[in-house]
């Protein structure tokens, strides 16, 4: 890929962020403090984008995307990570876990296959459309924090882990060096501590900013791959969004053309759609998800992707 063909838009990724985590701040105090609950509600909805947007810069900066300074790049993550909230080395692993085990049997979440349980794998999809999956995420960096060697322990990879289909995920990041994972914990914990104590806020208007946004981000989190094909990288949808909802999401559902080339910046994205690719849209593919697991097709999955080391916005 060349950097000269695909340039990182740095500026207008700080601006976007600045304005987005802003955002956040605002409609976080707002729902605290509102008045009636009607107004903490939309308050609520409104974050659910905002912090989306914040979300996508996050997923450029794992792909080191967000800023052609690596320095910038890093420090940014763990930042944006903050706001999920999550740890960003956690992060970086499972997302390039998944660039190299998507639609593998090991990554199959819409569908079930001989011997699996075709309810267990419907309950995974209602986590994901009801945001119980977006809570298992900052439920796990706790895990990290309160005893980081779980992720090694093979009870626990092959236990709650394997349970929840996360195990391939669990090992991969118990493979990570303890020291930076753990201290971007305590960053995370300490954003989020240092967000109730500047902005006054309650339990119960963080827990309602942070569900709508768990319900929004993981709505997308699988939509953009169900029922398409069993291939690693062909195997996602460039989604037909509102132009709006794509303004906020940075193109995230443009995702068939991210797989095929992840280290594109989010900007260039639209020239990658090829006029033959099929672009369903969201509502139908998100809906459907409701019938539950279907069986998965017959014949053998793609194997994963060979590992290779996280991508540097230094390297072409």
Not at 177 to 183: C, Q, S
Not at 200 to 221: E, K, R, T
Request: charged fraction near 15%; include cysteine; hydrophobic fraction near 50%.
């Amino acid at each position: 890929m060349s950097v000269a063909a695909y340039p990182i838009p740095a500026r207008a990724n700080l601006a976007i962020a600045a304005a987005a985590i802003l955002a956040n701040l605002a409609l976080l105090w707002l729902a605290a403090h509102a008045p009636a609950w009607w107004i903490t509600a939309a308050c609520a909805i409104g974050f659910s984008f905002t912090n989306n947007t914040v979300f996508a810069l996050h997923h450029e900066a794992v792909h080191g995307g967000f800023h052609p300074d690596r320095r910038i790049n890093e420090a940014a993550g763990p930042l944006f990570a903050a706001f999920f909230p999550t740890i960003f080395s956690i992060q970086r692993i499972s997302h390039l876990g998944h660039h190299r085990r998507n639609r593998t049997d090991e990554e199959l979440y819409d569908c079930y296959l001989p011997g699996q349980s075709w309810l267990l794998k419907t309950y995974w999809i209602y986590c994901l459309l009801t945001g119980f999956y977006w809570v298992i995420i900052p439920l796990a960096g706790l895990v990290y924090l309160a005893w980081p060697r779980a992720f090694r322990s093979k009870a626990f990879r092959q236990g709650p882990a394997r349970w929840w289909g996360f195990e391939p995920f669990v090992a991969d990041i118990g493979r990570a060096p303890i020291g930076r994972v753990w201290l971007e914990g305590v960053f995370t914990l300490a954003v989020q501590a240092g967000l109730f104590w500047l902005l006054d806020l309650s339990p119960v208007s963080w827990l309602a900013c942070y569900w709508a946004f768990g319900i929004n981000w993981s709505s997308v989190q699988y939509t953009d791959h169900a029922g398409s094909p069993r291939d690693v990288l062909e195997g996602a949808w460039n989604l037909r969004f509102w132009p709006v909802t794509q303004a906020l999401f940075l193109n995230y559902n443009l995702h068939l053309a991210h797989h095929r080339q992840p280290g594109v910046p989010w900007i260039h994205l639209p020239r990658l759609v090829r006029a033959g690719d099929p672009a369903p849209s969201f509502w139908p593919i998100y809906l459907g998800l409701f019938r539950g697991a279907r069986k998965a097709p017959p014949g053998p999955g793609p194997r994963p992707l060979p590992e290779h080391p996280a991508p540097s916005p230094d390297i072409p």
